[in-house]
């Protein structure tokens, strides 16, 4: 039985850091493009960083260029996305993806930026 479990979120006031895991379990995890999508209170589900199973290749939303970073540790079947200079439009509910030919969804950590 695949899972995928996320961790980290929090209340952070703007301009803070905050670093997301999210371990899998149940498949073979290298394998896998691994992703972060984000989903806000009355807004569409969005993509927000991904990275292919090699771990050398990484795309991220516009809006987080230059303070998200996404990575991944095959050993620990774990994926990452460290998050710096939030905001409060970062507000909304963090899922990863592992995707290939099936794509499996965690539940998601809620991450709140307010002061």
């Known amino acids: 039985q695949v899972q995928l479990v996320e961790s980290g979120g929090g209340l952070v006031q703007p301009g803070g850091s905050l670093r997301l895991a999210c371990a899998a379990s149940g498949l073979t995890f290298s394998s896998y493009a691994m992703s972060w999508y984000r989903q806000a209170p009355g807004k569409e589900r969005e993509l927000v960083a991904s990275?292919?199973?090699?771990?050398?290749?990484?795309t991220y939303k516009e809006s987080v260029k230059g303070r998200f970073t996404i990575s991944r540790d095959n050993a620990k079947n774990t994926v990452y996305l460290q998050m710096s200079g939030l905001k409060p439009e970062d507000t909304a509910v963090y899922y990863c993806?592992?995707?290939?030919?099936?794509?499996?969804w965690g539940k998601g950590t809620l991450v709140t930026v307010s002061s």
């Open positions: 993806k592992a995707a290939r030919e099936v794509s499996y």
């Open positions: 990275i292919i199973s090699a771990g050398r290749t990484t």
